[in-house]
């Protein structure tokens, strides 16, 4: 066996170095990936890129000089945290918002950013500053309305331009949700309550002048007509306001009053007061 073994050590060495190098040169690009080949620091190649002569499959490399830098090939997602952005009617938005990108050159991307994250890091700025500028144009109320398609259109065609730049395209900018900050928000519904509150106050008081002003009309047609009335026939008016003053004077205590607090008046059958029950005008 130690004979054998001395005999053939080249070959057994030889053809492990062998399968040792072959797989350290094969490597596997998946379908959803594309891969740039590195050597010495540049890039040499590219494997399954949009629109590239190459798919996914086994290729071989350089071993240990080449480098194989994996990218996604699919569409990637930059998240944008609650920022505060002021808009055209000086409202404080908080504002969460996202886009969609994808990787279309590759190389570009290596040399410029050096992986997705690099190009996350690099656009995350890019859309907020684009964002803030886009909104800071418009006020509140338009971006709850078809306005705000026109504005994320525009957000993402300056993003997809600034994106260019590190081999990246953007498909699609959304705005998840669009607030006031809490604190504003809460001034906002003092402030709508105090405008109610007053508007309020402004409806009861012109209700109470309108009053005022049909009463005092009422009142002084009533004192026409009256006029108009007791100026027909003075006599009956004298006999209706003497009605009126005897109703007043000899009225018996009504039931529930004290009858202690009744008064006596003592009046001679010859008093003008009188008058009217003895028929004299």
């Not at 057994?12 to 998946?30: C, G, H």
């Not at 009335?229 to 004298?238: C, E, K, L, R």
Request: neutral net charge; charged residues 30%.
């Amino acid at each position: 066996m130690g004979q054998i073994w001395e005999n053939h050590r080249g070959t057994i060495v030889a053809l492990a170095v062998a399968l040792i190098a072959l797989f350290a040169s094969v490597y596997v690009v998946e379908e959803e990936e594309q891969a740039v080949i590195i050597r010495t620091g540049e890039p040499i190649g590219t494997v399954n890129t949009p629109g590239g002569t190459t798919g996914a499959g086994i290729y071989l490399r350089v071993p240990f000089i080449d480098r194989v830098v994996r990218i996604e090939k699919r569409l990637l997602d930059l998240d944008m945290t609650d920022e505060e952005v002021l808009s055209n009617d000086q409202q404080r938005l908080l504002v969460n918002a996202y886009a969609r990108f994808r990787i279309t050159d590759p190389v570009r991307m290596v040399e410029r950013a050096g992986s997705t994250d690099g190009v996350r890091n690099a656009l995350e700025p890019i859309l907020n500053s684009v964002l803030r500028q886009e909104l800071g144009r418009r006020t509140f109320q338009a971006m709850l309305t078809a306005e705000r398609g026109s504005a994320l259109a525009n957000v993402r065609a300056n993003l997809d331009r600034q994106a260019r730049q590190y081999g990246a395209e953007v498909v699609d900018v959304q705005i998840k949700r669009t607030d006031l900050p809490d604190a504003p928000l809460q001034s906002a519904f003092r402030r709508m309550e105090s405008d109610r509150e007053r508007e309020a106050r402004t409806i009861r008081a012109q209700g109470g002048r309108d009053a005022r002003i049909i009463r005092a009309e009422a009142d002084a047609e009533a004192a026409r007509i009256y006029a108009e009335s007791f100026g027909q026939d003075a006599a009956f008016y004298d006999f209706y306001r003497a009605m009126q003053s005897y109703d007043t004077t000899f009225a018996k205590a009504r039931p529930g009053e004290d009858p202690k607090g009744e008064s006596s008046i003592i009046l001679s059958p010859d008093n003008e007061y009188l008058r009217q029950f003895r028929g004299r005008r």
